[in-house]
């Protein structure tokens, strides 16, 4: 990670290669992380579709920079599809069930921001999809019953 800091101010670059694959699948380049919060920049293929999660501690505000999809989000009984392209933003609340699938022909690329920082994969716990997850969204029947 290129990352330069001083006491107060901090700066990097979005790194050429991920730093992980997140527990849904993504791929995750670590942006700076503060006190309270982070920040990572999020990667989905074209036609890839995460595994569903939901989270134990954070909250996350998503921006998109490119591409086209969809998220499903669950909390309680409430429940939505929101379609996502460039300039979306969107929250996903401590403890909503969520996945989300690139349907357009480009990287879906978004940023997000989470607080408090990230604190690892055990954050994550994994839960049944909206979609079939892994599989190419262009083919996959939309909804698992």
């Not at 954070?58 to 999809?69: A, K, N, T």
């Not at 609340?93 to 022909?105: A, L, S």
């Amino acid at each position: 990670m290129s990352q330069s800091s001083t006491p107060m101010f901090a700066a990097m670059q979005l790194p050429i290669h991920y730093d992980y694959l997140a527990p849904d699948g993504s791929e995750i380049r670590e942006l700076l992380t503060g006190r309270n919060s982070n920040m990572a920049h999020c990667v989905l293929p074209p036609g890839g579709v995460s595994l569903a999660t939901t989270h134990r501690t954070v909250e996350e505000i998503w921006y998109c920079l490119s591409g086209h999809g969809q998220i499903w989000r669950k909390l309680g009984e409430v429940e939505q599809v929101t379609d996502i392209q460039p300039g979306t933003s969107l929250s996903i609340p401590t403890g909503t069930h969520f996945q989300f699938r690139n349907t357009g022909h480009d990287l879906l690329c978004i940023l997000i921001a989470c607080a408090p920082p990230w604190p690892g994969a055990q954050e994550s716990i994994m839960i049944s999809g909206y979609w079939k997850a892994g599989e190419d969204c262009h083919t996959a029947s939309d909804r698992v019953d």
